[in-house]
């Protein structure tokens, strides 16, 4: 018999922007039949002098990497949005574009 369980790996973690790797560990046995990721962001004062920008433009990298080192599936936030197009996947964004301090909130799946 096949299940799926649904459980929220991160929640209310702060990213911080423009660095790093964030790294998430996925259980060693079972198929993974999909990842959604939901990210929320504010504008700041360093990114001012571009406001009118998605979230999906400030997230370069998306992977997925088993046994350390081979990767499954890697993507851009703009490749995702593509692929959800492609399959009539709603999109989901919320945004306030142009407005200092403004937030953002987009859904991958």
Partial sequence: M???QQRYLRENQTFPAY???WTIDLPNKGLLSGIGLRVHGYNDLASFDEPD????DRIKK??????GSQVVKSYDARQLLALMLFKKTPHYSHDYKNMHG????????
């Fill in 102 to 109: 403004g937030s953002a909130e987009e859904f991958w799946y």
């Fill in 19 to 21: 660095t790093g790797l």
């Fill in 62 to 67: 998306i992977e997925v990497i088993v046994n």
């Fill in 53 to 56: 920008t998605w979230l999906h």
């Fill in 2 to 4: 096949h299940y799926f």
